[in-house]
């Protein structure tokens, strides 16, 4: 049976910089010789005729071939906007002149 220490887990806490109290240290002591103790096991049951595997079920990926297919055309995708400048979907602005100026000041004063 693995068996972990109250001054292997305060070394662990130190490594990964975490503070623990004394309390914690003894906690964290015993849940750590649980899960050791419990992987102990499945490594035993572990055969070596047995292949490792990701999945109880062998899994097929199930794809389709990928075939170009005609799509939408330029003005078929613009056919019911609204409005359209230049090829695109024209929408209202929503930032003015005035918002634009203020990021611009702000961006400028990051640099």
């Known amino acids: 049976m693995p068996s972990i220490t109250r001054a292997e887990v305060a070394h662990l806490a130190r490594l990964a910089r975490i503070d623990l109290g004394e309390a914690q240290l003894d906690a964290l002591a015993g849940q750590l010789d649980v899960i050791l103790s419990s992987v102990a096991r499945v ?3 572990a055969a070596q005729d047995i292949p490792p595997m990701s999945h109880a079920l062998p899994l097929t990926n199930v794809m389709r071939a990928d075939v170009i297919r005609p799509g939408l ?3 078929l995708a613009l056919a019911g ?3 359209r400048e230049d090829g695109r979907f024209r929408v ?3 930032l003015d002149d005035e918002a634009d100026a203020e990021a611009d000041a702000e961006s400028d004063d990051d640099a």
Do not use: F, G, K, W
């Open 43 to 45: 490594n035993e049951v």
């Open 73 to 75: 055309t330029q003005e």
């Open 81 to 83: 906007a609204p409005e």
């Open 92 to 94: 209202p602005r929503i």
